[in-house]
């Protein structure tokens, strides 16, 4: 008999304590998610400015753009 009075209180308490978890995971996800938004959204111009700079760096070297190489490598041969 004391086992079948444990088994269904217990079952109750480690349902209702996996219910807890799933919900303390989905929680957690939701806020680093939030917390990835926050931190990409405040790297944002620290991005635009470093792609600024290389496509600067980009326009003022000798290399060619991919249609010019492409252009120049047909001529060659």
């Not at 079948?4 to 219910?19: E, F, I, M, N, P």
């Not at 978890?21 to 926050?38: G, K, M």
């Not at 760096?57 to 060659?76: G, M, V, W």
């Amino acid at each position: 008999m004391y086992p079948a009075v444990y088994k269904r209180s217990t079952v109750k308490v480690l349902k209702a304590y996996g219910l807890t978890q799933a919900s303390i995971a989905d929680c957690i996800t939701e806020t680093f998610s939030a917390i990835r938004t926050v931190r990409s959204f405040g790297g944002e111009k620290r991005q635009m400015s470093m792609f600024g700079n290389q496509v600067l760096y980009y326009q003022s070297s000798d290399i060619l753009p991919i249609n010019k190489f492409l252009e120049h490598d047909q001529a060659a041969c």
